[in-house]
Nanobody, 122 residues
Framework: QVQLVESGGGLVHPGGSLRLSCTASGITGSITAMAWFRQAPGKEREFVAAMDWTGDNTEYADSVKARFTISRDNAKSTVYLQMNSLKPEDSAVYYC???????????????WGQGTQVTVSS
């Protein structure tokens, strides 16, 4: 089993920044891909960013490219999502997910964190 714990959410003004963290524990040796998804009220869960543990492969949703950056610290089993130039439409619950391959489809991920709220508002 793999446990994922997110942190770093909060309230930020438009144009501001936040950094989310996701720390994995448990049997993490087989996990090679980590991703961030988000879900706003009344909307489906959507892909934000993903990367493998080597860092050689990353993917971003078009809506966050050039604003968000996914990175990882293997020694800490932690993945980060640096979010800059935040917009009100970025407001959502952000979820960390883990699995064996990078994918943009939430159904392809086996392990999920509990989510952290990000609210962008003036």
């Amino acid at each position: 089993q793999v446990q994922l714990v997110e942190s770093g959410g909060g309230l930020v003004h438009p144009g501001g920044s936040l950094r989310l963290s996701c720390t994995a524990s448990g049997i993490t040796g087989s996990i090679t891909a980590m991703a961030w998804f988000r879900q706003a009220p009344g909307k489906e869960r959507e892909f934000v960013a993903a990367m493998d543990w080597t860092g050689d492969n990353t993917e971003y949703a078009d809506s966050v490219k050039a604003r968000f950056t996914i990175s990882r610290d293997n020694a800490k089993s932690t993945v980060y999502l640096q979010m800059n130039s935040l917009k009100p439409e970025d407001s959502a619950v952000y979820y960390c997910a883990a699995d064996y391959d990078i994918d943009t489809r939430p159904d392809e991920y086996e392990y999920w964190g509990q989510g952290t709220q990000v609210t962008v508002s003036s």
